[in-house]
C-alpha cells in the first residue's frame, strides 16, 4: 500500500479550497478532515498541523469568508467616488455579488458569528466587515448626506436590508429576473431613509 506524502506546498491554503468547494456542493456537515487530506493528496494526519478539528477549520473557513467580504467591499466603496449614494449603491452591489457566488460560505459565516464560543480572531473579523458599514455612515454624515445619529444604530438598517436581500436571492425567494430592479429599489430606499 502507498502512503501518501506529509508535506505539502501551502496545505492550509489547499484544505480551506477544498474545504470550501465541499461546503459548496455538500454542506458544512459532509465536511471531513480525512477526505479533505485525501484531496490534498497528504496523509490523513497532515491537518491536524493546521485544524485540531473539524470545527476549526470552519472557522478558519468563515473567518477567511469574513476577510475577502470585507475586501471586497471596501475595495467597492472606495472605487465609488465619493457621494454617498454613490457608495451606497456600490456596497449594495459588492455585497450581492458576494453572495451570489459564496451563499454556502455567507451561511457559515453568519452561523459561526454568532456562536458562543466563536473566537476572538472571529469576532474582530465581523467587526472589520461592520466598519465598512459604519464608516460609510460617518462618511456620509460628514459630507451632510446622511441623516444625523449614532453610527452604529443608523448603520444596522443598511446591514439588515443587505444581509435580507441577499438571504433572498441565494434562496430563490427572490427570481433571478427581479433581483437587479429589487437592488436599485433597496438603495432608493436606504437612501430615503438615510436623507438628512
Known amino acids: 500500500m502507498k502512503t501518501r506524502p506529509y508535506h505539502h506546498g501551502d496545505l492550509r491554503a489547499a484544505l480551506l479550497s477544498h474545504a ?3 461546503l459548496r456542493e455538500k454542506g458544512p456537515g459532509a465536511l471531513s478532515l480525512r477526505e479533505l487530506a485525501r484531496e490534498a493528496g497528504v ?3 497532515a491537518p491536524s498541523r ?6 476549526a477549520l470552519l472557522d478558519a473557513l468563515a473567518l477567511e469568508g469574513f476577510d475577502r467580504l470585507t475586501a471586497v467591499l471596501t475595495g467597492a466603496v ?9 457608495r451606497l449603491a456600490a456596497l449594495a452591489r459588492g455585497y450581492l ?7 454556502a460560505l455567507l451561511d457559515l459565516m ?3 458569528k454568532y456562536d458562543a464560543d466563536a473566537s476572538g480572531e472571529l469576532i474582530a473579523a ?3 466587515l461592520s466598519a465598512v458599514a459604519s464608516g460609510l455612515i460617518e462618511h456620509g454624515q460628514r459630507r451632510g448626506e446622511v441623516r444625523e445619529g449614532p453610527v452604529e444604530r443608523v448603520a444596522l438598517p ?16 427572490l427570481p433571478p429576473e427581479r433581483i437587479e430592479q429589487s437592488l436599485d429599489d433597496t438603495v432608493a430606499f436606504l437612501l430615503r431613509g438615510y436623507a438628512p
Open 20 to 22: 470550501e468547494q465541499g
Open 43 to 45: 496523509s490523513p494526519g
Open 50 to 55: 493546521h485544524f485540531r478539528n473539524k470545527q
Open 78 to 86: 472606495e472605487r465609488a467616488g465619493e457621494a454617498f449614494a454613490d
Open 97 to 103: 455579488a458576494f453572495t451570489a457566488g459564496n451563499a
Open 110 to 112: 453568519y452561523t459561526t
Open 126 to 128: 465581523t467587526r472589520r
Open 158 to 173: 443598511l446591514m439588515a436590508a443587505l444581509q435580507g436581500l441577499g438571504t433572498l436571492a441565494t434562496t430563490g425567494a
